[in-house]
């Protein structure tokens, strides 16, 4: 049962807590209203200036040798090709900063021309009534603006900031600070004429930087190579160009780069063909002059059996002649310290060297396309040298193995063909020197065939380059990217609560002031008898001016603890002796002290109300205003200031009757002023006369209410408190540091304040999540319309 009611409890005060954090916050509703307003009305702004931005796209179709490797070129079989290209290696192409560079300088983009004012800018390409053409000698660095202001079709005026303007006429030569340019008016100019059209030239290199960022070009089907390209841009002609161009300018590079390793093949067999040519040509004089020399004819039918074997055995032997001589010249190739035209590979299977081989062809050609535009020592060549060691001596360590299979392959065929030869013993030496030659001559003749239908095949492959990417959609424009309205309006939306949301936050995060009665509760041991709202009132006496107000209800209950507080003193000093002066009078008056840690937390206040309530029950009653320093309670009642008072009752011999006035608000309602104020109040203060001035006060009055001064700033309060029966301690929410707290501890432990009790002032409802639960519809009805500037100033203290 106790856990039931415990978790009950539990879960009471943490809806209380959630509760007093939004009281807390919906307080400063203005606030948040406020944050909204500002926060639309910046988002409306944006809106009207921000140009909206366009995605743009477009999808290719590019080869991809991974997915189709029975599709293999003529420079794939001789293996003197790049290596086979993927969709993922074309995207790292197509984004690759030279095309976009070419696109960039090739559309002219670093050139951009606006019209418009602040609020309403507009970006005129593709429509701007002037094309600027830069000489090719200028080189632009950072960036550049111009205005030109487009007097009639022939002339215009370039005007900079801080700089003097400069007329010009089209087509005329104009020399500025990021060099010579040339303004050409187009179709649009006459449309413009006395319009100002800002022209902005940055640098090329930057421009293409910022393309390269905002392009984005990613595989859209893994199973299919489509690439798609996406680009957002204010002008959506200038978005569909650009990809269009990007799109043209890879197909061009690709085909470009095919074009030269195909010219450098057939470059190649052009070279070994030219050898080849002398070489059969020779062989065919040989067998040609032999014959006619020995008149050899037709040989027998068992020659020409043994010959035929043979042949076939000689076929089979050079074949394996020609690997070795390929193998004999990649070796050569390799050893080479120049780098020489790479070898060719026929009739070698291994698909491992032929691998190897292109990846070296690829790397020299790569290095010599380097050279063209970085010295040889420069560090870039320090990672392609050692892919080229490297790849060499992989190359050497397969070649070792290949050129023992063919040289074993070899000894063989020779074996085999030694046979033959014994075989055929018989035949005549000349007919055997003419197998011989014919043998040679049938060998070359073989691979002059081969080579020469290759090059007929790259000649045609070189003359009918294809485009490497196919165009599945040209670019278009698609939906507005940004701003989105209600994107936009949401993100004003939440910033215009979070923002004061923080202001809030961080303004009660570092406020060190007292704001709840919790605070006090649980720093102190002393009792709260009363808690003030606050209500700006301005010297108006609640009591008298708002008698149904709710701070005088407020003092009210403030009175009758004070009488509960004072009979309960009184039953424990029952029976104690009294000093003599107290014995003429079986009920002395009461004494209450009215106090505060500092200025301006409504001691004075507290105490004039204070005084007003209690007179109003027919207790005779008097308040002393014993701030000798600055006092104000005279003057909140409009009492003659200048009448003689405290100070001079204690420095001089006058009596009470001379500084006592009646307040003229009530039949039973006196007070004393401070009078003059002067330099020495605490030495006042601790003479004789101010006992004397109490004893007196005691014996006609029913309660002395004592205004005094602030007790942390001066010691009047304690020496006055001496003589006291209550102390009322003043603490003002928002406004008394939480510091103070260990200052009313240490007066309460020492008790240097008699019967110390504490008056909550000024508690704003709901602004620190506390008091949120007084309601004063019910008082504030008998006075609505009345304090107009009091509901202003609580409106204001909501911000």
Not at 2 to 29: A, C, E, M, P
Not at 193 to 205: A, C, F, L, N, Q
Not at 488 to 495: D, Y
Not at 673 to 698: F, V
Request: some cysteine; proline content about 4%; hydrophobic content about 35%.
């Amino acid at each position: 049962m106790t856990d039931n009611k415990t978790t009950r409890k539990s879960g009471i005060n943490q809806f209380t807590d959630l509760k007093t954090i939004l009281v807390k916050y919906f307080y400063h509703w203005p606030l948040f209203l406020l944050g909204l307003i500002l926060a639309l009305g910046a988002a409306f702004i944006y809106l009207q200036i921000k140009n909206p931005e366009y995605n743009i796209s477009a999808t290719i179709l590019v080869k991809d040798e991974k997915k189709t490797p029975q599709e293999k070129s003529n420079l794939q079989e001789l293996e003197l090709s790049t290596s086979p290209r993927s969709a993922e290696t074309e995207i790292q192409v197509i984004t690759s900063k030279k095309i976009i560079s070419q696109v960039v300088n090739d559309l002219g983009l670093y050139i951009t021309y606006t019209a418009g004012d602040f609020f309403n800018t507009r970006d005129l390409y593709g429509t701007a009534p002037v094309k600027l053409e830069i000489s090719r000698g200028s080189g632009i660095v950072g960036k550049h603006e111009i205005s030109i202001l487009i007097q009639d079709a022939n002339n215009f005026t370039v005007k900079r900031d801080n700089l003097p303007s400069i007329k010009g006429k089209f087509n005329e030569t104009i020399e500025t600070d990021f060099g010579k340019w040339i303004l050409k008016a187009t179709q649009s100019l006459n449309q413009y004429i006395g319009t100002t059209v800002k022209i902005t030239i940055s640098d090329p290199e930057k421009t293409t930087d910022g393309y390269a960022k905002s392009l984005e070009a990613r595989l859209l089907d893994k199973s299919a190579p489509t690439i798609g390209l996406f680009l957002t841009d204010e002008s959506p002609r200038r978005g569909k160009n650009f990809l269009n161009a990007l799109i043209k300018s890879y197909n061009q590079a690709t085909a470009t780069e095919e074009r030269r390793i195909t010219k450098s093949t057939i470059d190649f067999i052009d070279k070994r063909l030219a050898s080849l040519t002398g070489e059969l040509s020779a062989a065919e004089n040989k067998v040609e002059g032999y014959r006619s020399s020995k008149g050899l004819t037709d040989v027998g039918l068992q020659s020409k059996v043994y010959l035929e074997n043979q042949q076939s055995n000689d076929a089979k032997l050079n074949d394996v002649n020609v690997q070795l001589s390929n193998i004999y010249g990649i070796e050569r190739y390799v050893n080479s310290p120049a780098n020489t035209s790479p070898p060719a590979t026929l009739g070698i299977e291994d698909e491992a060297l032929a691998s190897l081989i292109k990846n070296l062809t690829a790397l020299q050609l790569k290095r010599v396309e380097l050279l063209t535009s970085t010295p040889e020592g420069n560090p870039l060549f320090e990672p392609i040298n050692m892919q080229i060691k490297t790849t060499k001596s992989a190359i050497r360590a397969n070649i070792g193995g290949i050129k023992a299979s063919l040289l074993g392959e070899k000894r063989q065929l020779q074996s085999v063909n030694r046979k033959f030869e014994s075989s055929i013993k018989e035949i005549p030496g000349q007919e055997r020197e003419y197998v011989g030659m014919k043998r040679q001559q049938s060998s070359k003749e073989n691979l002059y065939v081969y080579l020469l239908q290759k090059r007929e095949e790259l000649a045609l492959s070189y003359a009918s380059t294809q485009a490497d990417a196919r165009i599945v959609d040209s670019a278009n424009v698609g939906e507005v990217k940004w701003p989105r309205i209600p994107l936009v309006v949401a993100i004003a939306l939440i910033l215009g609560l979070i923002i004061p949301f923080m202001i809030i936050y961080f303004r009660y995060a570092f406020n060190r002031k007292i704001t709840t009665r919790e605070e006090i509760e649980n720093a102190l041991d002393v009792p709260i008898i009363g808690e003030i709202s606050y209500e700006y009132l301005g010297k108006d006496i609640v009591l008298i001016d708002n008698p149904r107000h709710l701070v005088a209800e407020q003092f009210r209950s403030i009175r009758t603890n004070l009488y509960n507080l004072h009979k309960k003193r009184a039953e424990k000093l029952q029976n104690l002796v009294y000093d003599n002066i107290f014995k003429t009078r079986k009920t002395p008056g009461r004494i209450t002290l009215c106090t505060s840690s500092t200025a301006s937390e409504g001691k004075s206040f507290i105490a004039s109300n204070l005084a007003v309530s209690i007179a109003a029950t027919g207790r005779k009653t008097i308040l002393l205003e014993m701030d000798l320093r600055k006092p104000s309670v005279m003057s909140l009642f409009n009492m003659d200031e200048d009448k003689p008072g405290i100070s001079e009752f204690l420095s001089s011999s006058i009596t009470t009757h001379e500084i006592i006035q009646h307040s003229g608000i009530h039949k039973d309602f006196y007070m004393i002023g401070s009078g003059k104020i002067r330099h020495n109040p605490s030495e006042l203060l601790e003479g004789p006369r101010l006992r004397e001035l109490l004893a007196i006060l005691q014996k006609h009055c029913d309660d002395i209410i004592i205004d005094s001064p602030p007790l942390h700033l001066v010691t009047d309060a304690m020496i006055i408190g001496r003589l006291a029966d209550i102390s009322l301690y003043v603490i003002r929410q928002g406004y008394t540091s939480k510091q103070e707290l260990e200052f009313i501890r240490e007066l309460s432990s020492s008790d240097q304040l008699p019967e110390m009790n504490i008056i909550f002032n000024g508690i704003t409802q709901g602004k620190y999540g506390y008091g949120y639960n007084y309601n004063d519809s019910y008082y504030t009805e008998m006075t609505k319309g009345k304090n107009f500037k009091n509901s202003w100033k609580h409106f204001m203290t909501r911000f």
